[in-house]
């Protein structure tokens, strides 16, 4: 148990509509990382906040955002959902110095139908 | 832009052999390579990392090289077992930053 925590484990949505994906990361660690992972391809970088601000940005699409909250919990809002947005979002987080072990929790399955 | 290539995509070697695992960076200013495994139906969990003020690091069957020069870093896992099967992925980051860049990974099958 890496002490990552997401949820829901599982979501199956229709396209066009909107979803909610949340993490709690790791007590302590204050930078939350959000990773796509499709269909047998690598983990892309999609946005990463520290302490409740936003840090660095990847590859993320507008119709993608996310915030972290005072307690610390991230959500990734996903909206205006396609068939491509099916894929597997991780969430990681590190401790205060950040460049070191990143913590994945298990992942949130989407698929778009 | 920052990039991390990984080769091979896949890997089988016989139980008892070596895998090795291959990975270039773009980034001469990435000082932090962590490699990390992952299970089916599971998230990353790291394995091992290496700074760019170290050349080689071991732990158990499990080694990671760094060569600077040609930004390249290696995965060495000897002894393989069945459980080693998984898909395995190299990243790299560095200081100031707090994102991490992955390679695109690699199936090892480690046939019994």
């Known amino acids: 148990d890496s002490g990552v925590t997401q949820t829901p484990k599982h979501l199956i949505t229709a396209t066009g509509q909107r979803v909610t994906l949340r993490c709690s990361p790791r007590?302590?660690?204050?930078?939350v990382y959000w990773y796509q992972q499709s269909l047998d391809q690598g983990l892309q970088f999609l946005i990463q906040?520290?302490?409740?601000?936003?840090?660095a940005k990847g590859n993320i699409l507008e119709r993608f955002s996310a915030q972290q909250f005072p307690d610390l919990h991230s959500e990734l809002n996903l909206s205006s959902l396609e068939l491509g947005d099916s894929a597997l979002y991780f969430c990681?987080?590190?401790?205060?110095?950040?460049?070191?072990?990143?913590?994945f929790g298990q992942g949130t399955r989407l698929t778009v139908v | 832009g920052e990039n991390v290539e990984q080769h091979p995509s896949t890997l089988s070697v016989q139980e008892g052999d070596s895998a090795v695992i291959k990975c270039t960076y773009s980034?001469?200013?990435?000082?932090?390579f962590p490699w990390y495994k992952q299970e089916l139906g599971k998230g990353p969990q790291l394995i091992i990392d290496?700074?760019?003020?170290?050349g080689e690091k071991k732990d158990q069957r499990i080694a990671v090289t760094l060569n600077k020069t040609a930004k390249h870093f290696s995965l060495h896992i000897t002894e393989t077992q069945p459980e080693d099967s998984a898909v395995y992925f190299c990243?790299?980051?560095?200081?100031?930053?707090?994102?991490?860049?992955f390679g695109t990974g690699t199936r090892l099958k480690v046939l019994a």
């Open positions: 990681a987080s590190t401790p205060v110095q950040g460049n070191t072990e990143a913590f």
């Open positions: 007590s302590g660690d204050l930078s």
């Open positions: 906040y520290y302490n409740g601000e936003e840090r």
């Open positions: 980034d001469s200013a990435s000082n932090y």
């Open positions: 290496i700074r760019s003020n170290v």
């Open positions: 990243a790299a980051s560095k200081g100031g930053t707090y994102k991490y860049i």
